[in-house]
């Protein structure tokens, strides 16, 4: 690590040289016609809105353009460009997300949408980062608001909110064929084609497919995490009047998840297995939004989707007797099928003078079903149904225009666990210039319990007698039926400024305050039958208090057209009443830098360094903290346009080392290291 | 506790130093690229490119004769709304001529349209006002030119639209003639879409 660093810290005061002397240079606008200028890409620094700029909350958005530029082939990897965000590999198809803390392969506290649509999943309480996906060109940006977005967007958005929002129709038109092929991509195909069926009504159709390698343990022994995927879907939009909008998204996929999980058996004999299981996913989503500008006062919005999936999940444990087929993949998996319908309605107000109103209301009904099979893992009831209903308002009073204004506002939600929750708010937004903004914000949100906590009861482990005449231990997960919403109240304070059209920084300061966080603690029984043992089980209590605290900096400049840079950092700390609960998941320091270069003729260098340090991740069958360490990572890459239809890239990832661990998954006790990979990319227009 | 196998750690910290060293240049690599900035292949803002195209908008459109108070009398453009490409207008439009006139922009003041502005820009400012500032300024020879998605459908003659990352643009040709502004088809042929044709 240390080796490493000399060079990277010499680049960084190069950098700092070139760039100064750049500065100087002149940014006199040369003549171009207009064919030239309808041709030219622009970057995004130029175009952060207005909107943004003012926001009161620490919002980052990550641009198509980034996207391009980071080589990201997925979301999840993609957002490890955003500061407070913790984006952390599993294994070759997993990956542990979380923003400001409280990292995990199932993070609870931070809401995901794709569209609209939330992919939030209430099971295990997290999101299967290897499903959601889209047509990446298609991407519009992904805003990542670090904090309780939970005013608006609700439950389960305690710590963020993750928004992927896709390109309208009328932005993706005509034909486009994208395909990479690489270690890891073998090959990874998109193919979308958009047209219009009159002025006002626009669509678009698109198929995905990837087929990807998985990777290898420390020991070099695969880790059985190959995954592929296809998926199909459309989009619609359609704009009748100049007051209505209608939008329809549609998809379905279907793929293979390779994971792996480590099984233990007791009698007859100890037996400790890794296991390969092919999980599958399917599953199938519309959505419809309507849009209206009654007038230039009042905007309605309404929403309504339908979801539905069948999710296989492999679960590994530990049982007491194994049975003829205890170390078959099939007995291994657990399949859980969920349909979800949602409706949501919102309307802004601001007819009156310094107001403005934001109020809404929705429901959502969840109905699953879960086949436990002969897996370790029972549900209590295996079939529920759950309602979710809310309701907001919020009002953003502007003290002196354009200068100060105060938003209040407050979520009321009523879920069938834990009944009424109020997750209330307030914020406070300051422009002294121009340039420069100041916000702050406190607000309470809540963390649902999910269906694991309620109703799961999982042999996480077993351990064989120490000796003849000692019992075996087997180590449950138990429900709590009483599990109850985790809290947090967040005082939040942020910084932006422009000084110029060229360079932003953007700095945000958080302090959570968590009350009721659930951990497990155990309690032993003894049990005489089939054969005499003891049960440790480990039941959720929502006994756990503690704090965290941390930064987060983001600062974008364009030293001059042809060069962009990127860089962000974030600090985190943290201090819980028990330790080791969830503390140690995630690293103090995280620094990237990005630089995009462009020579011209339509090539262009991106390059990248992150800078993640160390944890111990605590997977639920390790025997004790296991200490990660910091890692370095560094992207290189080289695209060509060679015209406005054919596009070229190459990309190197994680080049400084051959592999490093990032995170512990639940069910295996093996961490996959992450490899240098390698990948060649081909975009066509049509 | 778990043991990192060892692996061959002098090879992997000369690669880790080659690596870095490699990274540190392709950062570097701004150097190599300044020379170059000025005409090839730019990632330039959004605000620059929209500016120029005002100024070149302006070469194929032809203002009837009573626009203009003489022969060399300016070109008056007004920017509404977005302050950047009021910075960007102003140096890209020193010393320019257009057609044989000199540029010349204006400030726009909140809730004054600007007297007899041969192009007026709407922007995201004053996106909520656009229906007025457009009827402010229906009589006039005025090109209005904005970039709300709905710009076009309101009445605006040229709406920019941003399409795989480039500033595109479309055409409402049927506002033009209602503004008895001529534009060439030199225009329409480079627009991405042109309504009111006939």
Redesign the interface.
């Known amino acids: 690590m240390k080796?490493?660093r000399l060079?990277?810290f010499?680049?960084a005061v190069?950098?700092l040289l070139?760039?100064a002397f750049?500065v100087a240079?002149a940014d006199g606008?040369?003549d171009?016609?207009?064919?030239e200028?309808?041709?030219?890409?622009?970057?995004s620094?130029?175009?952060k809105?207005?909107r943004l700029h003012r926001a009161p909350a620490a919002i980052a958005v990550l641009t198509?353009?980034d996207l391009r530029t980071l080589g990201a082939n997925t979301i999840p990897e993609a957002l490890r460009a955003v500061p407070g965000v913790h984006v952390a590999r599993i294994s070759g198809n997993r990956w542990a997300v979380s923003a400001r803390g409280m990292n995990d392969e199932y993070s609870n506290k931070l809401l995901v949408l794709m569209d609209g649509r939330s992919v939030y999943s209430p099971m295990f309480g997290g999101v299967h980062w290897n499903t959601p996906d889209l047509v990446l060109e298609d991407l519009d940006r992904i805003e990542v608001i670090r904090g309780p977005g939970a005013t608006l967007w609700g439950a389960n958005s305690v710590n963020g909110v993750i928004n992927i929002i896709s390109k309208s129709a009328?932005?993706t038109?005509g034909g486009l064929v994208s395909s990479s092929f690489g270690t890891e991509e073998q090959p990874s195909v998109s193919a979308r084609y958009g047209g219009t069926l009159s002025?006002n009504f626009f669509y678009r159709v698109y198929t995905k497919y990837y087929n990807r390698e998985g990777f290898d343990g420390?020991?070099g022994n695969s880790m059985s995490d190959d995954w592929s995927l296809a998926r199909g879907g459309l989009r619609m939009d359609w704009?009748p009047?100049?007051q209505n909008r209608f939008t329809l998204l549609g998809e379905y996929y279907g793929g293979v998840f390779g994971e792996q999980i480590g099984k233990i058996a007791i009698y007859p004999a100890p037996a400790f297995r890794n296991i390969g299981i092919e999980a599958d996913a399917s599953g199938g989503n519309l959505l419809g939004r309507w849009i209206s500008h009654f007038s230039?006062e009042s905007e309605l919005s309404l929403q309504v989707y339908y979801d539905r999936y069948q999710r296989e999940h492999a679960v590994g444990g530990g049982t007491l007797v194994a049975s003829p087929n205890e170390f078959a993949p099939g007995q291994n998996h657990v399949t859980e099928t969920r349909d979800t319908w949602d409706v949501d309605l919102q309307h802004r107000w601001h007819g009156l003078a310094r107001h403005e109103f934001v109020w809404g209301a929705g429901f959502r009904t969840t109905r699953d079903y879960v086949d436990a099979g002969g897996a370790e893992v029972s549900w209590n009831p295996a079939r529920t149904s759950q309602n979710l209903f809310n309701a907001f308002v919020q009002d953003e009073i502007s003290i002196v225009e354009n200068a100060f204004s105060v938003t209040i506002g407050s979520k009321i939600e009523h879920n069938d666990y834990t009944g009424f929750e109020f997750q209330p708010g307030g914020r406070l937004l300051w422009t002294p210039t121009?340039q420069q903004t100041v916000w702050a914000s406190l607000a309470r949100a809540v963390r649902n319990p999910t269906r694991l906590e309620r109703d799961g009861r999982i042999n996480i482990g077993a351990v064989p007698p120490m000796a003849p005449t000692d019992p075996a231990v087997i180590v449950t997960a138990t429900p709590n039926r009483h599990a109850d919403s985790e809290t947090v109240i967040a005082y939040e304070l942020g910084y932006r400024i422009e000084p110029s059209?060229?360079l932003s920084f953007d700095v945000a300061g958080f302090y959570n305050d968590y009350e009721l966080l659930a951990n497990r603690v155990g309690g032993f029984s003894f049990q005489p039958t089939p054969v005499p043992h003891v049960v440790q089980d480990y039941g959720p209590k929502n006994g756990i208090s503690g704090y965290t605290y941390g930064a987060e900096l983001l600062s974008r400049w364009?030293?001059?057209?042809?060069?962009?840079?990127t860089a962000s950092y974030t600090w985190w700390r943290s201090h819980f009443e028990v330790s080791p609960y969830s503390d140690v998941t995630n690293p103090e320091h995280q620094f990237n830098?990005r630089?995009?270069?462009?020579?011209?003729?339509?090539w262009?260098?991106?390059?990248a360094?992150y800078y993640v340090g160390s944890l111990g991740a605590v997977p639920q069958n390790?025997p004790?903290p296991?200490r990660i360490p910091a890692y370095?990572r560094?992207d290189?890459g080289l695209s060509w346009?060679l015209s406005d239809n054919f596009e070229f890239s190459v990309w190197g990832q994680n080049?400084?080392?051959?592999g490093h661990?990032e995170f512990g998954g639940y069910k295996s006790a093996r961490?996959a290291e992450i490899p240098r990979s390698v990948f060649g990319k081909v975009t066509v227009?049509f | 506790m778990l043991i990192l196998p060892a692996t061959n750690l002098l090879v992997q910290r000369a690669l880790r130093r080659c690596w870095a060293f490699v990274l540190a240049s392709a950062m570097l690599g701004g150097l190599g690229a300044l020379p170059n900035a000025a005409g090839s292949d730019l990632v330039m803002t959004e605000p620059q490119v929209k500016a120029l195209c005002l100024l070149n908008f302006a070469k194929y459109i032809s203002w009837p004769a009573e626009a203009f108070a003489t022969t060399n009398a300016p070109i008056r453009i007004a920017i509404a709304g977005d302050e950047r490409i009021h910075q960007e207008l102003e140096r890209a439009a020193k010393n320019k001529v257009i057609s044989g006139r000199p540029v010349l922009v204006l400030d726009y003041e909140d809730g004054r349209v600007p007297e007899n502005c041969h192009m007026l820009f709407i922007g995201a400012t004053q996106k909520s006002r656009t229906q007025e500032i457009l009827k402010a300024v229906s009589e006039k020879p005025t090109i209005t030119v904005g970039d709300a998605d709905d710009f076009a459908d309101r009445g605006g003659v040229i709406m920019f639209v941003k399409r795989e990352n480039k500033v595109r643009f479309e055409v409402n040709l049927k506002a033009a003639r209602a503004a008895q502004l001529q534009i060439s088809s030199r225009l329409l042929a480079l627009a991405d879409a042109v309504r009111g044709k006939e």
């Open positions: 080796r490493a060079p990277v010499l680049s190069c950098l070139c760039a750049s240079s606008v040369a171009f016609s207009l064919e200028l309808i041709n030219i890409e622009v970057t620094v130029g175009k809105e207005t198509d353009e009328r932005e038109q002025s420390a020991s704009e009047g100049d230039d121009e059209a060229s364009q030293v001059s057209p042809a060069w962009r840079l830098v630089s995009t270069v462009s020579f011209g003729r339509g262009e260098m991106h390059a360094a390790s004790g296991v370095l560094g290189l346009k080049l400084f080392d051959g661990p961490f227009r």
